[in-house]
T-cell receptor, first 112, second 112 residues
Framework: LAKTTQPISMDSYEGQEVNITCSHN???????ITWYQQFPSQGPRFIIQ???TKVTNEVASLFIPADRKSSTLSLPRVSLSDTAVYYC?????????????FGSGTRLSIRP | NAGVTQTPKFRVLKTGQSMTLLCAQD?????MYWYRQDPGMGLRLIHY???????AKGEVPDGYNVSRLKKQNFLLGLESAAPSQTSVYFC???????????FGAGTRLSVL
C-alpha cells in the first residue's frame, strides 16, 4: 500500500494561493491520487483526483510530476471558508476499495 | 435529493450492548462504505459493498458486521460494543468503486 506523508498543519491568509504537498514514494502503477476536504463535524468532500500531470476543476488544481512520487494540491485565492483538513489518498480505484487509506491529513487555517 | 443520510446522529452505549447504524443513499450508487474516524486521525475503512447483497472487509473489520439487503441501504452492526469502538462513524457511497465518494454527516458513538 502506498503510504502518504503530508504536513500536519499549514497557515495562510485570505486571497493567497495555498499549495499542499503530499509525498507517496512507493506509489504503484495503477494508483490514483485523490484529495478530500473535511470541515469539523462533517464527512469528507471530494475535491479532485488525478493520475499524472495536471488536473484542474472549479475549486482546485492537482499537480503530479512525472515520477508521481509526490503531488501538490493548489487552492487559488483562499478564503476563510477554506479552513479545513485536507486528505491525500493514494490507491487503486475501480478495483479494490480495501486499499483506500486516509492519512492524518493537513489542517489548513486561513486568517483574515 | 438528500444524498447520504445516517441515523442516528448520536448514541451512547454501555459495554456489551448492541446497535445498528443505518446508512441510506438516494443517488442509485452501487458502492457503499463504512468508515470510522478517531480524534485527530484520518478515516479507516471498516467494510464496504460493491452492490446489493455483497459485502467485503476493509482495513479494520473486527467487531463489526454489515448487510446490504437493499441497494440504497447499508447497515453497520456492533454485536457487543467495546470502549475501543468509541468513534465517529461515516458512511459513504459512490458510482464507481473508490471514486468520488459522497459522505454522510456521521454518527458519533460513545461506548462507556
Amino acid at each position: 500500500l502506498a503510504k502518504t506523508t503530508q504536513p500536519i498543519s499549514m497557515d495562510s491568509y485570505e486571497g493567497q494561493e495555498v499549495n499542499i504537498t503530499c509525498s507517496h514514494n512507493n506509489i504503484a502503477t495503477n494508483d490514483y491520487i485523490t484529495w478530500y476536504q473535511q470541515f469539523p463535524s462533517q464527512g469528507p468532500r471530494f475535491i479532485i483526483q488525478g493520475y499524472k500531470t495536471k488536473v484542474t476543476n472549479e475549486v482546485a488544481s492537482l499537480f503530479i510530476p512525472a515520477d508521481r512520487k509526490s503531488s501538490t494540491l493548489s487552492l487559488p485565492r483562499v478564503s476563510l471558508s477554506d479552513t479545513a483538513v485536507y486528505y491525500c489518498l493514494v490507491g487503486e480505484i475501480y478495483s479494490s476499495a480495501s486499499k483506500i487509506i486516509f492519512g492524518s491529513g493537513t489542517r489548513l487555517s486561513i486568517r483574515p | 435529493n438528500a444524498g447520504v443520510t445516517q441515523t442516528p446522529k448520536f448514541r451512547v452505549l454501555k459495554t456489551g450492548q448492541s446497535m445498528t447504524l443505518l446508512c441510506a443513499q438516494d443517488m442509485n450508487h452501487e458502492y457503499m462504505y463504512w468508515y470510522r474516524q478517531d480524534p485527530g486521525m484520518g478515516l479507516r475503512l471498516i467494510h464496504y459493498s460493491v452492490g446489493e447483497g455483497t459485502t467485503a472487509k476493509g482495513e479494520v473489520p473486527d467487531g463489526y458486521n454489515v448487510s446490504r439487503l437493499k441497494k440504497q441501504n447499508f447497515l453497520l452492526g456492533l454485536e457487543s460494543a467495546a470502549p475501543s469502538q468509541t468513534s465517529v462513524y461515516f458512511c459513504a457511497s459512490s458510482y464507481f468503486l473508490a471514486v468520488d465518494q459522497y459522505f454522510g454527516a456521521g454518527t458519533r458513538l460513545s461506548v462507556l
